[in-house]
């Protein structure tokens, strides 16, 4: 291999794909990223073995070839390079490459195999095309309610659900529920349902940020990208559970609120709630305004007045201090509706920026 390349090029690149690859590895190759030339490109690959994530960027490639080298000396080298161009030169029997720019060079070991292939799908005839912002903005509103423990291994992942105009997102681990959706164009193939994991669909939230994304879906992998980098996953085995189930359709209970004055009572009410692992933020209705309040032992007692535009009866629950917190941050308008179904059942939270966004947190019992 022998490839003249652009520094700044070559950095993002690197900087992007090596974003799926694991603080810890199984197989030490896995630690690296594989440089392979095709015409006159370069490709950039890594993955954690669920997950491949693939950049292109244009090269003076004057002699072709393949090789793993490990990412994170490489990106940092790349990174602190100061010439605008720089070489990778490696030849098939040697172990090294050896990087040059301008007068200095800096040989690596490279590791003897190549990383294992991506996961192999059925050919896809049809693609979404998803506009810029979307999916990343759907990302960020769900992916905080994924499980973080190993009990039910499929609410670790983000279920994707194909519906006629719309792609739905949901994410929930027992207790909460996020669920929002953002519009496709009408799709021909049939419709779908998978669960990607977390960390897969946050990448391809970040593809999406500054431009449009193509997705695409067979019975084994994912394919999201844009024209110069490509996410390919396997989505997770199992049933994702019936999450409509889990939102109430009956209120008794109602109102707005502004978000800036919950967050703020929240944020200072868990100033206390956080030092109890085991305690609760009770939030109580009456007189047009939500009393929130915490009593830690041996620290003390914390009461937050709110102004509600409430329409029910009195309501007294206990809730979770991080996922009622949790829920709040992730609202991006100015109010929010809240609505309850009753004293021991879920909590709706919709966002007046976003009423296809609304999250459901039970008090206290399981909620999928």
Same mark, same amino acid.
Request: charged fraction near 20%; aromatic fraction near 4%; charge should be negative.
């Given at each position: 291999?022998?490839?003249?390349?652009?520094?700044?090029?070559?950095?993002?690149?690197?900087?992007?794909?090596?974003?799926?690859?694991?603080?810890?590895? &199984?197989?030490?190759? %896995?630690? +690296? /990223?594989? @440089?392979?030339?095709?015409?006159?490109? #370069?490709?950039?690959? !890594?993955? =954690?073995?669920?997950?491949?994530?693939?950049?292109?960027?244009?090269?003076?490639?004057?002699?072709?070839?393949?090789?793993?080298?490990?990412?994170?000396?490489?990106?940092?080298?790349?990174?602190?390079?100061?010439?605008?161009?720089?070489?990778?030169?490696?030849?098939?029997?040697?172990?090294?490459?050896?990087?040059?720019?301008?007068?200095?060079?800096?040989?690596?070991?490279?590791?003897?195999?190549?990383?294992?292939?991506?996961?192999?799908?059925?050919?896809?005839?049809?693609?979404?095309?998803?506009?810029?912002?979307?999916?990343?903005?759907?990302?960020?509103?769900?992916?905080?309610?994924?499980?973080?423990?190993? &009990?039910?291994?499929? %609410?670790? +992942? /983000?279920? @994707?659900?194909?519906?006629?105009?719309? #792609?739905?997102?949901? !994410?929930? =681990?027992?207790?909460?529920?996020?669920?929002?959706?953002?519009?496709?164009?009408?799709?021909?193939?049939?419709?779908?349902?998978?669960?990607?994991?977390?960390?897969?669909?946050?990448?391809?939230?970040?593809?999406?940020?500054?431009?449009?994304?193509?997705?695409?879906?067979?019975?084994?992998?994912?394919?999201?990208?844009?024209?110069?980098?490509?996410?390919?996953?396997?989505?997770?085995?199992?049933?994702?559970?019936?999450?409509?189930?889990?939102?109430?359709?009956?209120?008794?209970?109602?109102?707005?609120?502004?978000?800036?004055?919950?967050?703020?009572?929240?944020?200072?009410?868990?100033?206390?709630?956080?030092?109890?692992?085991?305690?609760?933020?009770?939030?109580?209705?009456?007189?047009?305004?939500?009393? #929130?309040?915490?009593?830690?032992? =041996?620290?003390?007692?914390?009461?937050?007045?709110?102004?509600?535009?409430?329409?029910?009866?009195?309501?007294?629950?206990?809730?979770?201090?991080?996922?009622?917190?949790?829920?709040?941050?992730?609202?991006?308008?100015?109010?929010?509706?809240?609505?309850?179904?009753?004293?021991?059942?879920?909590?709706?939270?919709?966002?007046?920026?976003?009423?296809?966004?609304?999250?459901?947190?039970?008090?206290?019992?399981?909620?999928?």
């Amino acid at each position: 291999m022998h490839v003249v390349l652009r520094q700044e090029l070559l950095s993002h690149a690197l900087s992007t794909v090596s974003r799926i690859i694991r603080p810890q590895n &199984t197989m030490a190759v %896995l630690s +690296g /990223v594989e @440089l392979e030339t095709h015409n006159q490109t #370069l490709q950039i690959t !890594a993955t =954690d073995l669920i997950t491949t994530l693939a950049a292109t960027l244009p090269a003076d490639v004057r002699q072709p070839g393949r090789v793993v080298v490990q990412a994170a000396v490489l990106s940092e080298l790349i990174r602190r390079i100061p010439t605008a161009t720089l070489t990778l030169d490696c030849e098939p029997s040697a172990n090294d490459v050896v990087v040059a720019y301008g007068p200095n060079r800096m040989s690596l070991q490279s590791f003897s195999g190549n990383l294992p292939p991506p996961p192999a799908g059925e050919s896809i005839e049809d693609t979404l095309v998803i506009e810029p912002g979307l999916l990343n903005r759907a990302a960020r509103s769900v992916l905080f309610a994924c499980a973080k423990d190993e &009990t039910r291994p499929i %609410l670790r +992942g /983000v279920l @994707l659900q194909l519906e006629p105009g719309r #792609l739905v997102l949901a !994410a929930g =681990d027992g207790v909460r529920l996020s669920q929002t959706w953002i519009p496709v164009p009408t799709y021909r193939g049939d419709h779908w349902a998978l669960v990607l994991t977390a960390k897969t669909l946050l990448e391809a939230g970040r593809l999406n940020a500054g431009e449009s994304v193509t997705m695409g879906v067979s019975p084994t992998v994912v394919s999201v990208g844009t024209a110069s980098v490509r996410l390919s996953s396997r989505p997770l085995d199992g049933t994702f559970p019936d999450f409509g189930r889990a939102i109430p359709q009956d209120y008794i209970l109602h109102g707005r609120v502004r978000v800036a004055d919950l967050s703020g009572a929240l944020e200072r009410v868990n100033i206390l709630a956080a030092r109890d692992r085991s305690g609760s933020v009770r939030l109580r209705y009456h007189d047009q305004r939500l009393e #929130l309040s915490t009593a830690v032992a =041996d620290m003390g007692r914390a009461i937050e007045w709110v102004e509600f535009a409430g329409h029910g009866p009195e309501l007294d629950l206990l809730f979770n201090p991080q996922y009622l917190s949790d829920a709040v941050k992730s609202l991006e308008g100015e109010d929010a509706i809240l609505q309850f179904s009753g004293a021991q059942s879920p909590l709706r939270i919709q966002d007046t920026s976003d009423l296809h966004y609304s999250h459901v947190l039970a008090p206290q019992r399981q909620l999928v």
